[in-house]
């Protein structure tokens, strides 16, 4: 994407953001010599890590200043036992009993493939709480803020 003329976009989505072609701050560090920006910017992009992920969410929440629950999913800590589980075949747990979230579980993969197809980022609670944390640190006292 051609770059916007020079100036402040506060309210510019994510995606838009990352889409101009033009030097990010992150690109700057690796300007010491200039020809290593040009690999920089030419490398693939690589998968990012749990801290890269949370900043996005973070530099979102802050800069575009707009709720974004309507793009994360909170993971469930729990999922019901299905009939299916050994332990309510047995008879050790009901129908239902709520177990804990793992991830190989057919329900747990199945929930988190659905989100993905949404576009949605899934967060933990643990990441929810980490979140609105940070945006309300970032804030001068007594500033509201809605996550």
């Known amino acids: 994407m051609t770059p916007p003329p020079d100036g402040i976009y506060p309210n510019m989505p994510a995606a838009e953001y990352h889409s ?14 200039p020809a290593r920006w040009l690999a920089y910017n ?38 019901p036992a299905p009939a299916y589980h050994t332990e309510v075949k047995s008879g050790a747990i009901p129908l239902g009993h709520p177990l804990k979230w793992r991830e190989n579980a057919k329900e747990c993969s199945a929930w988190t493939a659905v989100e993905k197809r949404k576009g949605h980022d899934i967060l933990t609670t643990a990441e929810v709480k980490t979140l609105e944390g940070c945006v309300a640190a970032s804030r001068p006292t007594g500033t509201p803020g809605s996550f």
């Open 42 to 79: 030419m490398a693939d992009d690589e998968e990012p890590t749990p801290f890269m992920r949370m900043g996005t969410l973070i530099h979102r929440r802050i800069l575009e200043r707009r709720p974004i629950l309507e793009r994360v999913s909170v993971r469930p800590d729990f999922y």
């Open 20 to 33: 101009v072609d033009a030097l990010s701050q992150s690109g700057m560090a690796h300007l010491d010599p």
